[in-house]
C-alpha cells in the first residue's frame, strides 16, 4: 500500500534541485499538459507528453526518445494534478519520475525559462 500512497505525491525535490539536475542534464522536463495549452506557451527545453497519450496498457511508441530511462523526468502541468496521475503511469513501466506540485504559470514566477516562440 505504501507504493501506491507514494505513487500519487509530489516530488520533495525543491525546484532549485530540479533546475540543478535540468542544467546538469542528469533530468528532463516533461509536460504533461494536452498540445493545445502547450501551444500558447511552454517551458524551455521541456518535451510535450500529454496525459491524454498515456494508457497503463499501451504508452507511445515514441517514448524512450522522449523520456530516456536513464535520467530523473519532472513531470509539470497547468496546475500539479495531472502529472500524478502521468507519474503513477510512467512509474509502473519503469521510469524514474518525479511529479512537480508547482504548476506552468508558478513555474514561470520561480525563475524557469520560457521557450523562445
Not at 507514494?6 to 542544467?23: G, I, P, R, W
Not at 517551458?43 to 497503463?56: G, V, W
Request: aromatic share 4%; charged share 35%; net charge positive.
Amino acid at each position: 500500500m505504501a507504493t501506491l500512497a507514494s505513487a500519487q505525491e509530489h516530488t520533495k525535490d525543491s525546484l532549485e534541485t530540479v533546475k540543478k539536475a535540468l542544467t546538469a542534464k542528469n533530468a528532463v522536463l516533461i509536460d504533461v499538459r494536452e498540445k493545445t495549452e502547450w501551444d500558447k506557451g511552454r517551458l524551455k527545453d521541456a518535451k510535450l507528453l500529454p496525459l491524454s497519450t498515456l494508457k497503463d496498457d499501451a504508452l507511445p511508441k515514441d517514448l524512450p526518445t522522449i523520456l530516456p530511462k536513464d535520467r530523473v523526468a519532472y513531470l509539470h502541468c497547468a496546475a500539479g494534478v495531472r502529472c500524478v496521475k502521468a507519474a503513477e503511469i510512467l512509474r509502473k513501466a519503469g521510469y524514474d519520475v518525479r511529479a512537480i506540485k508547482e504548476g506552468y504559470k508558478d513555474l514561470l514566477k520561480a525563475g524557469f525559462p520560457k521557450a523562445d516562440e
